[in-house]
């Protein structure tokens, strides 16, 4: 509720401090030719673009180097194929913020395009000085299939979450497609050193161990989201959840309790709807009727929400893809205990 009648905050006339925006690369050059451009011609006064090219053997370099001399702004880091840097995302993510001239650092993906010129002028550092992470809004793109609907209102559903848990005062995650935060914020904690021997977690992992109430904030306007292209099948999703859930074994204690809390209850809400069942009609009939209440309330909150984060195709459906979500999550987070361990970035 809090997240849906909050004020969407206005884009700024006008840039004030410089910013470096950090994007890691491997193997990626033909996201880079279509979706590079927007991010390259910001409406924004001072800012630099860094690619981290992360050992790419597809032509990346080549094509880096080609635009690195066409746009004055842009600036290559190169990692080169060593073994004994091969440790993934953070490295490169590392890499990237060393070679970073200015304090504000914004973040994004190979894959991604912003949905307006004005995207690093909401993204850009708040006029509070004590302000230090900003989390942004990613949605996906939107393809035929339920997969991708699923992946959408995943997608929602978890900005959903760590929006509304910001605003509550307590932030435990953003999203490295679009956030940002201080370059001073990063050396001052050592970086990704508490988590460097997980895969993932460059995002919500340094969000988890150094936001709080007084130091983020959050943007939902429109023209700062960044889209994002899906995963267009079941294995490559479901890789994807197993590198965030991987990262998530390693949040606060308290995190982990309320967002174990919430899987807990809905669990317990759609076992005990099933157990009515084999009941007295009585009792089915009182079952139904909570069922459909709870359905009632969120469609006073789910239709504004999903407008507000450009999902609002799926207003129809989120009661079906609420359930689906959630048996795709439990089902993913038991195969993620006991399956092969090994996961990459890329």
């Not at 597809?58 to 440790?87: H, P, Q, R, S």
């Not at 992992?205 to 429109?222: D, M, Q, S």
């Amino acid at each position: 509720m809090k997240l849906a009648n909050c004020k969407v905050e206005q884009i700024p006339d006008e840039g004030r401090n410089p910013i470096s925006v950090i994007i890691c690369a491997r193997n990626e050059i033909k996201n880079l030719q279509q979706y590079l451009p927007t991010i390259l011609n910001q409406n924004y006064p001072d800012f630099e673009v860094i690619v981290v090219n992360d050992r790419s053997w597809d032509g990346t370099e080549e094509f880096l180097e080609l635009w690195e001399n066409k746009y004055a702004n842009l600036k290559v880091v190169k990692i080169l194929d060593n073994d004994k840097f091969i440790t993934g995302k953070k490295f490169a993510v590392t890499m990237g913020i060393k070679a970073a001239k200015n304090n504000w650092l914004v973040f994004t993906d190979a894959d991604c395009t912003a949905a307006s010129e004005n995207w690093l002028l909401n993204m850009q550092q708040s006029w509070h000085e004590e302000t230090e992470i900003v989390l942004g809004y990613s949605p996906y793109s939107k393809r035929k299939g339920l997969l991708n609907a699923l992946i959408r209102f995943e997608t929602f559903f978890t900005a959903v979450n760590y929006f509304s848990f910001a605003l509550k005062g307590m932030p435990y995650m953003g999203v490295g497609r679009n956030m940002a935060y201080k370059k001073d914020l990063f050396f001052k904690n050592k970086g990704f050193a508490a988590h460097m021997h997980i895969p993932s977690g460059d995002d919500d992992l340094f969000v988890n161990a150094h936001a709080n109430k007084f130091n983020t904030e959050i943007r939902i306007n429109k023209e700062s989201h960044i889209w994002s292209e899906p995963n267009t099948n079941w294995s490559g999703y479901l890789r994807q959840k197993k590198r965030h859930f991987g990262a998530g074994k390693m949040y606060k204690s308290k995190h982990k309790f309320i967002l174990s809390l919430q899987i807990v209850s809905q669990f317990i809400f759609y076992a005990f709807f099933v157990a009515c069942m084999f009941f007295s009609r009585e009792v089915q009939f009182v079952a139904i009727g909570v069922f459909v209440f709870s359905i009632i309330l969120k469609c006073f909150i789910y239709p504004k929400l999903l407008k507000r984060l450009n999902c609002s195709d799926l207003r129809w459906w989120f009661p079906i893809l609420d359930l689906l979500l959630f048996l795709f999550l439990t089902i993913n987070g038991f195969l993620a205990m006991f399956g092969k361990k090994k996961v990459s970035w890329k």
